[in-house]
Nanobody, 124 residues
């Protein structure tokens, strides 16, 4: 499975941004998918995950109500719509995938495949 994240950039607090993650290599519908963030000097942590069907999603408390994860099976692409961005959202964002059965886990260890990250910088 190959993943390629894009869409990061420099924005101001309160702005919106949409990240995309193009996938290839395995049937999109077999993949549980997620977004994780890694801030400078901190460990990688969970942001949001979405099930194979797209019918279930789960968010970190810090982004709930501001971020929306979605997937487009026609484009084999995962998205993260980010609104009301805050300085503390500044991080490298990684998309990740897993072929494991069941709902997606929220630990980085639950994911098997990772894309290169895309940097989001929010200025206050």
């Amino acid at each position: 499975v190959q993943l390629q994240a894009s869409g990061g950039g420099l924005v101001q607090a309160g702005d919106s941004l949409r990240l995309s993650c193009a996938t290839s290599g395995r049937a999109f519908g077999l993949l549980n998918l997620g977004w994780f963030q890694e801030a400078p000097g901190k460990e990688r942590k969970f942001v949001a995950v979405i099930s194979r069907s797209g019918g279930w999603a789960y968010y970190a408390d810090s982004v709930k109500g501001r971020f929306t994860i979605s997937r487009d099976s026609a484009k084999n692409t995962l998205y993260l719509e980010m609104q009301g961005l805050k300085a503390e959202d500044t991080a490298v964002y990684y998309c990740a995938a897993s072929l494991r059965t069941g709902r997606p886990g929220i630990s980085p260890d639950d994911m098997e495949y990772w894309g290169k990250g895309t940097l989001v910088t929010v200025s206050s």
